[in-house]
């Protein structure tokens, strides 16, 4: 498998404002940012689809959600709301094949999401 462009990211290959990492995933602030605060975060390990994801990624899948938790906690958002967003494959518009969670916040959210 190439590298995907968040494994870059993650050797420092591309430039990226990095917010956090540990052993498993790491976050950073998304380039196009579609509310106040966006940042993605990543597993280390490149799964390109949520269709990949196996039974052993049962930690890592949730080390993702409570790192966003405990990001969203730190950058002052938690009480207001913040939406986390896992888009799998085209047609839920992934456009990077390398599994990660969006973490918005910082404005109000619609439902159903567009
Ligand atoms: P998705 O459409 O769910 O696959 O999300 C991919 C996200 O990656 C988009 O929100 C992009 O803006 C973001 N993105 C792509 N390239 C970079 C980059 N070099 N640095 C930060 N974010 C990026």
Do not use: Y
């Given at each position: 498998m190439t590298d995907s462009i968040f494994t870059k990211i993650n050797k420092r290959e591309i430039p990226s404002n990095i917010i956090y990492e540990d052993d498993l995933v790491f976050a950073f602030e998304d380039i196009n940012p579609v509310s106040p605060i966006h940042y993605l975060i990543v597993p280390k390990?490149?799964?390109?689809?949520?269709?990949?994801?196996?039974?052993?990624d049962k930690n890592l899948l949730g080390h993702i959600l409570i790192t966003a938790g405990k990001i969203a906690k730190e950058k002052g958002i938690a009480e207001d709301g913040y939406r986390l967003v896992i888009n799998c494959n085209k047609g839920a518009g992934q456009t990077v094949f390398h599994i990660h969670c969006h973490l918005l916040g910082g404005r109000l959210f619609n439902w159903p999401p567009g």
């Open positions: 390990k490149q799964i390109p689809t949520m269709n990949d994801v196996q039974e052993d």
